[in-house]
């Protein structure tokens, strides 16, 4: 690829959980940094309101209705990219998930898909089964690294295979989970990432912290005392100034929520917590948001 061709950047919004805002905050979020061009590309069941600078498309036909591929451990309308023609082949494509926060430059995530052809995702557990994965393979051969799909980088040529199977086994698990073999019931009751995951495991792999990162692992800790302590350490600082991308995970984290939080209110999400000392992220859910 040369640098003229443009990245491809997908997303997917469904329902009224998102309004159009979020897509049009990352829409600018990404043109404001970038520089390779990009093309914005949105699966949806609404058009309302999305900034025309992004290509609208919707649902596939997957064989089943919508309703029932939403809220299984995150929506499996994720199937959707990785449908044969539904995107342009041989280029970088970056999805992104719509609660999340740009502040760098996606060329990083591509960069990272040049050096090493593969699926990237975000860190999710800490073992990094990924990086020795022939290893684990010829131990376990049905052993996946389970990352989070939040964000990804990935060629679509390479996984279109994800889709192919979906539209065989899914049907099948819809209709008597029990004729499925027990691993792929087990992937169809968890959901996207765990199928994404599975699909990936010989040649999955996990964006450098630097790149792109959950929030919870960069500004959270299970102490409040650990993450005030991360708040100031040089290096930590050094690298979250060079994050293109921060994904915000469960229900306490979302935007909405954020964008109301004050410098030093302690947030909790599961056994992670930290103390509000981030005027940037408030400030940047504020003008995707509109809030003040």
């Given at each position: 690829m040369n640098d003229d061709t443009p990245v491809q950047i997908v997303f997917v919004k469904w329902g009224t959980k998102f309004g159009p805002e979020y897509v049009n905050g990352l829409v600018d979020?990404?043109?404001?940094?970038?520089?390779?061009?990009?093309?914005?590309?949105?699966?949806?069941d609404s058009a309302d309101g999305i900034d025309p600078r992004v290509q609208i498309r919707p649902f596939p036909d997957l064989g089943v209705p919508v309703a029932t591929m939403t809220g299984r451990g995150g929506s499996l309308l994720k199937m959707s990219m990785f449908l044969r023609g539904q995107l342009a082949t041989g280029v970088p494509t970056i999805y992104i998930d719509l609660d999340s926060s740009v502040s760098g430059d996606v060329a990083r995530l591509v960069e990272c898909l040049r050096k090493?052809?593969?699926l990237y995702m975000l860190q999710r557990h800490l073992v990094p089964h990924w990086r020795f994965s022939g290893l684990v393979h010829r131990i376990d051969p049905e052993r996946y690294y389970l990352g989070n799909?939040?964000?990804?980088?990935f060629y679509v040529e390479d996984w279109h295979g994800i889709t192919d199977r979906f539209l065989v086994d899914f049907p099948r698990y819809l209709e008597n989970p029990g004729q499925l073999p027990d691993l792929l019931r087990h992937l169809y009751d968890e959901g996207n990432e765990k199928i994404i995951s599975h699909a990936a495991r010989h040649v999955s792999r996990v964006?450098?912290?630097?790149?792109?990162?959950?929030?919870?692992?960069?500004?959270m800790a299970p102490m409040l005392w650990l993450a005030q302590l991360k708040d100031r350490l040089p290096w930590v600082r050094a690298r979250r100034a060079r994050q293109a991308i921060i994904s915000y995970q469960g229900e306490e984290l979302k935007p909405k929520e954020l964008v109301n939080a004050r410098m030093g209110d302690v947030?909790?999400?599961?056994?992670?917590?930290?103390?509000?000392?981030?005027?940037?992220l408030t400030r940047y859910w504020q003008a995707v948001l509109g809030k003040s």
């Open positions: 979020g990404v043109a404001a940094h970038a520089s390779l061009p990009v093309t914005f590309i949105c699966f949806t090493r052809r593969g799909t939040a964000v990804m980088a964006f450098p912290r630097d790149v792109a990162i959950k929030f919870t692992q960069e500004y947030i909790h999400y599961k056994h992670y917590k930290t103390r509000w000392n981030y005027p940037h």
